[in-house]
């Protein structure tokens, strides 16, 4: 079964975490169990690495591509998705220490929250020791662009000759454009703007079995919630991507035309999404508004503004 649960049957007000956990740890997981909540994962992507792609980033090491000096192609790599480390990673551990450890110097690998941050920050440790981490407090890709903007002409300065390394973007073929965007924008004087490569290093689509997951785990919630007579328990399903949306709002019956078992007086099955790009698609898209948009992709930002929501509902039912 791909849903991954601490328990069989939920005796704590359960979490519905619509993404593969993370391993060997996972925040959210830890964070939710702390808090008296049972967290269950129901994964809802695929990911596929795109090999053929991989190789040019391994050759990039083997060549001698992104060592300081005159003939470095790349002074740092962009990531905002966990596979996208995942399948750096692996390249990086077949290269092997010794020629990851030359590419390291002066590399900056640039990340869009603390989740890559903290994946990345294992490899740093074993393979690249003089990489620079940075933008672990970005929170997304418009406000990591702008962080670059400044931190990478800070370092190289702004080069009229156009002599600066280009950027290397890590992505999956579903990605938003933002940061190659902003980094090569026209309007900025030719000197501030920053070349971006994009390159695709996996693939991603719904899990053939999500629909089904979650609908098993959703049913054990209602269990949960039909055993409470007073009316005071809650659920929560929290949306990480767009991907996989449709599903989740039918197994809900949130889908528009359809009756909402949670639209009536005594809602109670909720829904938050992982920061604005979900949160605006369902908006968009169905025509649905989720009850909480965490201020931060962390699960500190999820669990703060659920706790504040239910702060709020439990005070309406007294």
Not at 172 to 180: C, F, L, S, T
Request: glycine fraction near 10%; aromatic fraction near 8%.
């Amino acid at each position: 079964m791909a849903i991954s649960s601490q328990s069989a049957s939920l005796s704590k007000p359960p979490v519905f975490l619509l993404k593969t956990k993370s391993t060997p740890h996972d925040g959210y997981e830890e964070y939710f169990s702390s808090r008296g909540y049972n967290p269950t994962f129901v994964p809802v992507l695929e990911h596929r690495f795109h090999d053929g792609n991989l190789k040019i980033v391994k050759n990039l090491f083997t060549s001698g591509q992104l060592d300081e000096g005159s003939g470095r192609k790349y002074g740092g790599l962009i990531f905002t998705s966990q596979r996208a480390v995942e399948g750096f990673t692996r390249i990086v551990e077949e290269v092997g220490v010794s020629k990851a450890t030359s590419a390291s110097k002066s590399l900056i690998l640039y990340t869009v929250g603390p989740a890559t941050s903290r994946s990345l920050s294992s490899i740093q440790s074993t393979h690249l020791p003089h990489a620079q981490l940075y933008g672990s407090e970005a929170g997304n890709g418009e406000n990591l662009a702008r962080m670059i903007l400044e931190h990478y002409n800070g370092l190289y300065g702004e080069n009229e000759n156009g002599t600066k390394p280009s950027l290397l973007f890590l992505v999956g073929e579903q990605r938003r454009d933002i940061i190659p965007r902003t980094l090569m924008d026209e309007s900025l004087p030719s000197r501030q703007r920053i070349q971006v490569d994009e390159l695709v290093v996996y693939e991603t689509g719904v899990m053939d079995s999500f629909e089904e997951d979650f609908a098993r785990a959703v049913q054990r919630g209602r269990d949960y919630l039909s055993s409470d007579g007073e009316g005071k328990r809650a659920m929560w399903t929290v949306v990480f991507s767009p991907t996989g949306c449709d599903a989740m709002l039918k197994v809900l019956d949130l889908l528009p035309g359809e009756k909402s078992k949670t639209a009536d007086e005594g809602r109670r099955e909720f829904v938050t999404t992982i920061g604005p790009t979900t949160r605006d698609h369902l908006r968009s898209k169905y025509g649905f508004d989720p009850d909480v948009c965490a201020e931060k992709p962390s699960p500190e930002g999820v669990g703060g503004g659920i706790e504040a929501f239910m702060g709020k509902w439990e005070g309406q039912l007294k």
